[in-house]
Structures are given as structure tokens and as C-alpha cells.
């Protein structure tokens, strides 16, 4: 005689494990006005098409006002829409399709670095006096006229950039034109989380965090170790370095903790996920996601670098997260092949 088919057990698990987000572009997306350009009102119009699909949630990559030398990760006003891509009344329609179909929308927010045509670095470098002075990441150079430090960017070439009116050097782990915020001061940290009021209050479902794992530095400004013994190919020239002093320092894990506070005291359902890359991707994943009052899941670049996805690859990935008490959430991002 066969066993009893089990009762159904509801499914009380957070929406966003087991989900399926779905990234859109919005510069080429969908073009709604004949301007060669993609915009919400594009996406909005093509909502029903992708709810289709079976995804839960969408990503929107940067909408937001931007010189756009970073593809809008460069951003120069957090709470405005980029006129290339309409307006916020076209934003807030587009909230209200996706919510009405049953899909999340999840924004981008880039907390380590604004764009230097932001009003807070026109300020912050306007002199030394001035009331956003340190808001971003200032300092003398070295002796001798250098950089104070050896930190290189990601895109090439130091990580310092020389402004002739504070007559300082000011970090970017990007481009120049991407000076990085300094999240340790208390007043960044409170403006960064008005922002994210401000879109959860327009009806987002959650975040992605971009590179939050730079928004943190060493103060004391301490060079980064080389690598001895690489192993593989070293592509650029930030990948002859450790990078153990300008990112991921120990006070970002209390930052992180405000701020999946503020996103939780909305509601359960809001969502955070961190965009994490680089040789401590999988501790700093880790880290952003344990227990319950950090962030709700982080990606890394597994499956977007390789080659291929074998079936070694996918058990090498999984072995990192072996389910152990207070373990985050991990997320896998792919391509769309």
C-alpha cells in the first residue's frame, strides 16, 4: 500500500528565494518616442510581455540624471530621473503596471561614488572649509607630489585623481569622474539612506546595491599588498594587488545593518541584494548576508565570467554556501545566452 500523499504545506518562505529577477536596460530596451534611445515609458508599454515570461521581480539598471560616462552609474542626481528616459511621473506609472501584473520592481543604488557633476563633490571640492568637505575622500599627496598611496582603479591607472582647487588628490575606484563617497562620515550615511526612503516611499520592492563592497576604505590609507604569486593571468593593473585596504572595511557591516533596517521597517516583502566582485567576493558575500539584519542576498560573478557553466563549476560555486547556522542567502547571475 503506498504512503499517504502529505498534506500541502503552505509556502511561507520570502517571495525572493527561489525567484527570478529579470534585468532591463532601459537605454535599450524598448524606445517609445522615436529618439533612438530607450525609456520607462518603453518598458512600461512592454510590462505585459515580461510578466510572460515567469520572472517575479525586474531590475532596473541606472534611470537616474547622469553625464552617463558610466552607463549611469555615474550619477549626478539620486532622486531625478534622466530626461533621456522621461520623468518621475513616467517612473511612478511604470511601478504601478508592474504592480498591477504582479511584478517587483528593484532599482539600482550606487553608494560607493556619485558622478564629480553632483552637486555634493561641486561642493565638497569648492575648498576645505566648506560644510561637505569631507563628504568625499580627500588627501594630501605624498612628499614627493604622488598619490598618497599605491590603490589602483578598477579602470585603470591610480585611483587618485589631482584637484588643482582643493589642491588635493581625491579617491576613485572607477573612473575620475567617479569620486568615491566617504561612507565612514555620519552625514553621507544619513543622506544615502534619505535616498533610499525616498524611492522605497515611490513604491520600489527593494534594492541592488552596486560595488558596495567599495564604499568603505582603510582611513589610514594603507597600501595594498602585491600579489606574489598570481596564479592566472593578470589582466589589468588592478589585478596585481590585494585589495585589502580600499574596500570592504569592518564599518560597513553596521552600515549595511541601518540600512536593512530602513528597507525592512517598510515592509517584509522589500528586498536588498549586493553586487559583490573580486578575490573576497565569496567572504564579503558572506559577511553583507548573514544572519537576519543584514542584507537579504548578494551575486557575485561565477557564471557571468566563466566561459562556460559545467556542471564542476556549479558544484564549486554551491560549496561555498554549505548551509550552516545564520549562513546568508546566496543569488547566481548568467547571462542571457
Known amino acids: ?187 553621507v550615511q544619513e543622506a544615502l539612506f534619505d535616498v533610499a526612503r525616498f524611492w522605497l516611499d515611490r513604491g520600489v520592492d527593494g534594492f541592488r546595491l552596486d560595488a558596495i563592497n567599495f564604499a568603505m576604505h582603510d582611513p589610514k590609507l594603507t597600501d595594498n599588498p602585491p600579489v606574489k604569486d598570481p596564479g592566472a593571468v593578470l589582466n589589468r593593473p588592478f589585478d596585481f594587488q590585494h585589495h585589502l585596504h580600499n574596500q570592504s572595511q569592518p564599518e560597513l557591516i553596521p552600515f549595511i545593518e541601518n540600512l536593512s533596517e530602513i528597507v525592512r521597517s517598510y515592509d517584509n516583502d522589500r528586498f536588498t541584494v549586493a553586487e559583490v566582485g573580486g578575490e573576497q567576493a565569496i567572504g564579503e558575500s558572506q559577511a553583507f548576508t548573514a544572519g537576519s539584519n543584514r542584507l537579504n542576498t548578494s551575486y557575485g560573478f561565477d557564471f557571468l565570467s566563466a566561459e562556460r557553466v559545467s556542471p564542476s563549476l556549479i558544484i564549486d560555486a554551491l560549496a561555498h554556501w554549505p548551509e550552516t547556522n545564520g549562513e546568508g542567502w546566496p543569488s547566481w547571475a548568467f547571462p542571457s545566452w
Open 1 to 187: 500500500m503506498n504512503d499517504p500523499i502529505p498534506a500541502f504545506q503552505p509556502d511561507d518562505r520570502p517571495w525572493w528565494r527561489g525567484a527570478v529577477i529579470y534585468q532591463i536596460y532601459p537605454r535599450s530596451f524598448a524606445d517609445s518616442n522615436g529618439d533612438g534611445i530607450g525609456d520607462l515609458t518603453g518598458i512600461t508599454a512592454h510590462l505585459e510581455y515580461v510578466a510572460s515570461l515567469g520572472v517575479d521581480a525586474i531590475w532596473l539598471s541606472p534611470f537616474f540624471t547622469s553625464p552617463m560616462k558610466d552607463f549611469g552609474y555615474d550619477v549626478s542626481d539620486y532622486r531625478a530621473v534622466d530626461p533621456i528616459f522621461g520623468t518621475l511621473e513616467d517612473f511612478d506609472k511604470l511601478v504601478a503596471r508592474a504592480h498591477a501584473l504582479g511584478l517587483r520592481i528593484i532599482i539600482d543604488q550606487v553608494y560607493a561614488h556619485t558622478s564629480d557633476a553632483h552637486a555634493w563633490f561641486q561642493e565638497s571640492r569648492a575648498d576645505r572649509a566648506n560644510a561637505k568637505s569631507d563628504w568625499y575622500v580627500w588627501s594630501d599627496p605624498s612628499a614627493d607630489g604622488t598619490p598618497p598611496n599605491n590603490w589602483l582603479s578598477v579602470f585603470y591607472g591610480p585611483s587618485w585623481t589631482w584637484d588643482g582647487r582643493r589642491r588635493q588628490y581625491y579617491l576613485h575606484n572607477f573612473l575620475p569622474s567617479q569620486p568615491n563617497l566617504n561612507v565612514h562620515n555620519s552625514q
